[in-house]
Nanobody, 115 residues
Framework: QVQLVESGGGLVQAGGSLRLSCAAS????????MGWYRQAPGKQRELVAT???????NYADSVKGRFTISRDNAKKMVSLQMNSLKPEDTAVYYC?????????WGQGTQVTVSS
């Protein structure tokens, strides 16, 4: 079983930056994929970015060049540095882990970008 705890959300003005972090705990030996999804009001949950254990990254087109995902395998943590934030980035951001054919989700952290 994997537990995920997120931190770092909040309110920021357009053009600002935020950093999200997620720590995984449990009996874990090598998490294949870690990442972030988001869900805005009235919309479906969507991919933001993922990173594999080998460091291969994948980003949504809407965040390329603005967001950077990273992970610390030893600490079982994944982070998302978000720069040049836009009002359309406002959403609940969820940490995601794919481990031994199971998906795990964090509780979500709110990111609000004011115009």
């Amino acid at each position: 079983q994997v537990q995920l705890v997120e931190s770092g959300g909040g309110l920021v003005q357009a053009g600002g930056s935020l950093r999200l972090s997620c720590a995984a705990s449990g009996t874990i030996f090598g998490i294949n994929t870690m990442g972030w999804y988001r869900q805005a009001p009235g919309k479906q949950r969507e991919l933001v970015a993922t990173i594999t254990i080998l460091g291969r990254t994948n980003y949504a087109d809407s965040v390329k060049g603005r967001f950077t995902i990273s992970r610390d395998n030893a600490k079982k943590m994944v982070s998302l540095q978000m720069n040049s934030l836009k009002p359309e980035d406002t959403a609940v951001y969820y940490c995601y882990v794919f481990y031994r054919s199971e998906e795990y989700w964090g509780q979500g952290t709110q990111v609000t970008v004011s115009s």
